[in-house]
T-cell receptor, first 113, second 115 residues
Framework: DVKVTQSSRYLVKRTGEKVFLECVQD?????MFWYRQDPGLGLRLIYF???????EKGDIPEGYSVSREKKERFSLILESASTNQTSMYLC????????????FGPGTRLTVT | AQSVTQPDIHITVSEGASLELRCNYS??????LFWYVQSPGQGLQLLLK??????LVQGIKGFEAEFKRSQSSFNLRKPSVHWSDAAEYFC?????????????FGTGTRLLVSP
């Protein structure tokens, strides 16, 4: 079974702090994704990566950056957290050889105060 | 533009009753189609998927979905709902021929199950 893990289930940070969200997958997947989920808005893609050190902006990249130094790990960085970044953050992975279906981690609920 | 519409924000079903969740999509060609379920506080779990072939696909937990090309729909069904099915359900579409494999998600339907 594919396993995607996220470093924290719940996180509380202060405005202006730098925040790191970590995601690790154990299935050697090439593609990794970061989404944020807000009520009524569904899932919105922040960034994705299709290879180590490669990244592409999604639909809402402003205020975020990412890092992928190893194939299994994809980090989301909030350079200076703001209250409007309070949200559920979901990481996912997929492999081109297995079709576009994505496998999700359990999510990190981030609160910025 | 690619889009997925789930017209029902909330649906309440009695335990034991049948369920149908609606999904319509707008896409350039027949895409890959998915249904995911999200239990409270959890990530998304894949329920079922359609790539090609038989338009009625079976998934986990007794769910099935039917692809109707003429209606651009991929509705999710279950003949008898259990209380544990209360969750949020997301329909998603994905590209057939591209390397980036981004999915487009609907906004979700929250299922409530009454006793």
């Amino acid at each position: 079974d594919v396993k995607v893990t996220q470093s924290s289930r719940y996180l509380v940070k202060r405005t202006g702090e730098k925040v790191f969200l970590e995601c690790v997958q154990d299935m050697d997947h090439e593609n990794m994704f970061w989404y944020r989920q807000d009520p009524g808005l569904g899932l919105r893609l922040i960034y994705f990566s299709y290879d180590v050190k490669m990244k592409e902006k999604g639909d809402i990249p402003e205020g975020y950056s990412v890092s992928r130094e190893k194939k299994e790990r994809f980090s989301l960085i909030l350079e200076s957290a703001s209250t409007n970044q309070t949200s559920m953050y979901l990481c996912a992975s997929s492999s081109p050889g297995q079709g576009p279906e994505q496998y999700f981690g359990p999510g990190t609920r981030l609160t910025v105060t | 533009a690619q889009s997925v519409t789930q017209p029902d924000i909330h649906i309440t079903v009695s335990e034991g009753a049948s369920l149908e969740l609606r999904c319509n999509y707008s896409y350039g060609a027949t895409p890959y189609l998915f249904w995911y379920v999200q239990s409270p506080g959890q990530g998304l779990q894949l329920l079922l998927k359609y790539f090609s072939g038989d338009t009625l696909v079976q998934g986990i937990k007794g769910f099935e979905a039917e692809f109707k090309r003429s209606q651009s729909s991929f509705n999710l069904r279950k003949p008898s709902v259990h209380w544990s099915d209360a969750a949020e359900y997301f329909c998603a579409v994905g590209p057939v021929n591209t390397g980036f494999q981004k999915l487009v998600f609907g906004t979700g339907t929250r299922l409530l199950v009454s006793p």
